[in-house]
Protein backbone atom coordinates (compact mmCIF):
# COMPACT_ATOMS: atom_id res chain seq x y z
CA UNK A 1 0.00 0.00 0.00
CA UNK A 2 1.09 3.49 -0.59
CA UNK A 3 1.80 5.68 2.53
CA UNK A 4 2.34 9.32 1.39
CA UNK A 5 0.90 10.37 -1.20
CA UNK A 6 1.56 13.95 -1.15
CA UNK A 7 3.37 14.77 -4.09
CA UNK A 8 3.54 18.70 -4.55
CA UNK A 9 3.59 18.81 -7.94
CA UNK A 10 0.31 17.20 -8.70
CA UNK A 11 -0.86 18.74 -5.30
CA UNK A 12 -2.67 16.08 -3.82
CA UNK A 13 -5.24 15.70 -1.04
CA UNK A 14 -7.97 13.21 0.11
CA UNK A 15 -11.50 14.77 -0.12
CA UNK A 16 -13.77 14.77 2.78
CA UNK A 17 -15.40 11.52 0.88
CA UNK A 18 -16.30 8.37 3.02
CA UNK A 19 -15.66 5.98 -0.34
CA UNK A 20 -11.83 7.32 0.74
CA UNK A 21 -11.41 9.34 -2.31
CA UNK A 22 -8.55 11.51 -3.02
CA UNK A 23 -8.37 14.62 -5.72
CA UNK A 24 -5.08 15.92 -8.11
CA UNK A 25 -4.17 19.02 -9.50
CA UNK A 26 -2.92 18.29 -13.07
CA UNK A 27 -2.82 22.35 -14.01
CA UNK A 28 -5.13 25.25 -12.13
CA UNK A 29 -7.97 24.76 -14.53
CA UNK A 30 -8.00 21.14 -14.69
CA UNK A 31 -8.25 18.17 -11.73
CA UNK A 32 -8.45 14.33 -11.22
CA UNK A 33 -9.62 12.12 -8.77
CA UNK A 34 -9.06 8.57 -7.55
CA UNK A 35 -9.31 5.69 -4.97
CA UNK A 36 -6.49 3.23 -3.67
CA UNK A 37 -7.17 -0.20 -3.45
CA UNK A 38 -4.06 -1.72 -1.73
CA UNK A 39 -1.44 -1.28 -4.60
CA UNK A 40 -3.54 0.09 -7.18
CA UNK A 41 -4.71 3.23 -8.26
CA UNK A 42 -8.06 3.61 -10.05
CA UNK A 43 -8.88 6.41 -11.63
CA UNK A 44 -12.36 8.07 -11.42
CA UNK A 45 -13.02 11.29 -12.72
CA UNK A 46 -10.47 13.87 -15.18
CA UNK A 47 -11.12 16.80 -16.18
CA UNK A 48 -12.03 20.61 -15.14
CA UNK A 49 -12.48 21.61 -11.65
CA UNK A 50 -16.13 20.34 -12.40
CA UNK A 51 -15.46 16.66 -11.59
CA UNK A 52 -14.66 17.62 -7.89
CA UNK A 53 -18.54 17.90 -7.31
CA UNK A 54 -19.24 14.49 -8.72
CA UNK A 55 -15.47 12.50 -7.51
Known amino acids: MVNNLTII???IKKMQ???GIWEGR???GYR???QME???CILRRLGTHDV????
Open 38 to 40: EDT
Open 32 to 34: FTF
Open 9 to 11: SLK
Open 26 to 28: ITK
Open 17 to 19: DPR
Open 52 to 55: LRTP
